[in-house]
């Protein structure tokens, strides 16, 4: 809180168009227009990497660095931050190199020191690369976009959508579907940008970027629906080198399910599908509870809570309780001896993350399958009955510890809890005032309504969930409809606040409302902007409705 979104409709000029903005800026990023409609997800590309750079220990300025046999003077920016209560102006000196910005003064491991007094790894200068660091053509693509007529100028404005890179879905009031990724993707001279590479040499440049017309697209497939979730998006065929870390296809392959067993949608039926909550994984996992031990009665009646789970991981679940510990365990039982690195944070703040984490849980498809086929050669000297049998062990210490010995009282929602939470919310005399929950809540990493919660990062709670929801109707933009997580307000005082939080808990919506009619017709309240005297007639501002 406040809200990443802010719901609005412009029109004025060539512009119509509505839906979610970005606070602070221009135009529509997600939404529809007289003409067509667009949704987005993130797709998951690789446009970082990461230079060792070489700075010569001689020079007093430490600003020489190393390139291609030759000396290279790095750009050196003076940032001066005034801190409220504080005398002295904090200075935070960046070395910029033809790579970019050295960022170990981002790190955790920053000022640590290695064996015999030597520097950690950390302290080797490391300049980072990312798309977002170069000039961008961004904010021409949301005007491009916000005002594209069909399928070509909806392509032609994604030719300047330049970072993030982002999954667009297009559909428009032709009948036409389709999907469009947006964003500049590098072309690397050498390596794939996992790994941090030596910047000195030139030899892991970026040689350009793949050409927009030829980042995946399609439009109307023959199947008649396109589905993105953060999913795998290229073939082995695809004609460039596309790094990428997808989440794993659950969520894409639930979608698909949910959109084939019906034979004719609408408004509802996609409101269903964002309301599901069925984990694909806990179902197969659940079908394994048959190898899992019940040598007390706490066991056998946590086996049978297992067993006879329908997959609804919702928040008063027993069963889906179990399966996500079990989960958890899973992981942490096979990857034991990297078990130190599942905690590791990398980046500060809101940008922290546990890579190695993220790396298991993108794993878990393949893991399970071979527990499934009791693919024991896979685990080395374990077997895969002696990984189920140490995960379920832990598991039920865990939940007998955190939950009590009445499994009847295990629900989901008592370990899985939403706090939206505002900046001024961390202090504890205003958390009252800034915060909203804790809700309890469904869902988890694999479910469409994802409501993932990795515990927290770096000392912050994280609850990774749809930000934005929206059904846009082509035959009638009256009847689209829409909702966020908090409100339209970001003044606690507002009654706009939070009033969008139980709806959006409970995956309902409100209208957009699009036509001149209507929009007069639902106005709570109007604003009208007069200009001064003094200023030209031709600057004045006309009257614009207020929802």
């Known amino acids: 809180m406040p809200s990443l979104w802010y719901e609005n409709h412009l029109s004025g000029g060539d512009f119509h168009v509505t839906g979610a903005s970005i606070p602070g800026t221009p135009g529509v990023v997600i939404g529809h227009n007289e003409h067509i409609a667009w949704g987005v997800t993130n797709s998951g590309n690789d446009v970082q990497d990461l ?13 020489r660095y190393e390139y291609q ?13 005034v801190v409220r209560g ?10 910029i190199t033809r790579h970019g910005p050295i960022i170990n003064a981002l790190t955790p491991e920053h000022g640590q020191s ?3 007094g030597e520097a950690s790894r950390a302290e080797q200068p490391l300049a980072i690369r990312w798309t977002a660091l170069q000039p961008t053509r961004l904010l021409r693509s949301v005007f491009r976009l916000n005002r594209a007529r069909d399928w070509e100028s909806f392509r032609d404005a994604l030719a300047d959508w330049t970072v993030p890179p982002q999954n667009f879905t297009y559909a428009d009031v032709e009948g036409n579907i389709g999907y469009a990724l947006g964003g500049d993707i590098p072309l690397r001279a050498r390596g794939d940008g996992s790994l941090p590479a030596p910047g000195w040499t030139g030899e892991y440049e970026w040689s350009g970027i793949i050409p927009h017309a030829d980042l995946p697209h399609v439009l109307n497939p023959s199947e008649g629906f396109v589905i993105t979730a953060n999913n795998r998006i290229v073939g082995d065929s695809y004609p460039y080198p596309f790094p990428a870390e997808w989440l794993n296809g659950y969520r894409a ?4 399910q949910l959109i084939e067993q019906t034979p004719r949608h609408d408004a509802e039926s996609f409101a269903r599908i964002h309301a599901d909550i069925r984990s694909l994984p806990g179902l197969e996992l659940a079908a394994l509870a048959g190898r899992l ?3 007390e009665p706490l066991a056998q009646q946590a086996r049978d809570a297992l067993a006879t789970w329908n997959g609804e991981l ?14 958890e365990r899973l992981l942490s039982t096979i990857y034991a001896d990297a078990a130190a690195t599942f905690d590791a944070v990398v980046g500060l703040g809101a940008f922290a993350t546990l890579p190695a984490r993220d790396m298991a849980h993108r794993a878990f498809p393949r893991l399970l399958r071979r527990l499934i086929e009791r693919d024991d050669h896979f685990f080395g000297q374990r077997t895969t009955d002696d990984i189920l049998a140490a995960a379920w062990n832990a598991t039920l210490a865990e939940l007998r510890a955190e939950l009590g010995d009445d499994v009847a009282t295990w629900r989901y929602g008592r370990i899985h ?15 009252t005032i800034f915060n909203r929950g804790p809700f309890p809540t469904g869902g988890d990493l694999d479910t469409v309504n994802m409501g993932y919660l990795p515990r927290e990062v770096a000392g912050l709670p994280f609850y990774i969930a749809p930000s934005y929801r929206q059904i846009c109707d082509t035959s009638d933009w009256d009847r689209s409809q829409s909702i966020q997580p908090t409100g339209q307000s970001g003044h606690p005082g507002s009654r706009h606040y939070s009033d969008f939080v139980q709806p959006w808990l409970n995956v309902q919506y409100h209208p957009m409302p699009w036509s001149r009619s209507r929009v007069e017709e639902v106005a709570a309240a109007r604003m009208t902007l007069q200009p001064v005297e003094e200023q030209a007639a031709d600057v004045a501002i006309p009257a614009r409705s207020m929802l």
Not at 87 to 95: A, C, L, N, S
Not at 253 to 256: A, C, L, S, T
């Open 114 to 116: 290695g064996t015999n």
């Open 51 to 63: 230079y060792v750079e070489k700075f010569d220990p001689t020079d007093p300025t430490g600003l």
């Open 314 to 327: 919702s928040a008063d679940s027993i069963g889906g309780t179990i399966y996500s510990r079990l989960r």
């Open 417 to 431: 809890t939403l706090t939206i939470r505002h900046p001024l919310g961390s202090l504890p005399a205003l958390a």
């Open 69 to 81: 046999g030759q000396w290279e003077i790095a750009e050196l920016v003076r940032e001066e931050i």
């Open 293 to 295: 031990a019940a040598d």
């Open 86 to 95: 504080q005398r002295e102006v904090v200075i935070e000196e960046v070395r």
């Open 253 to 256: 392959e639930r979608i698909r």
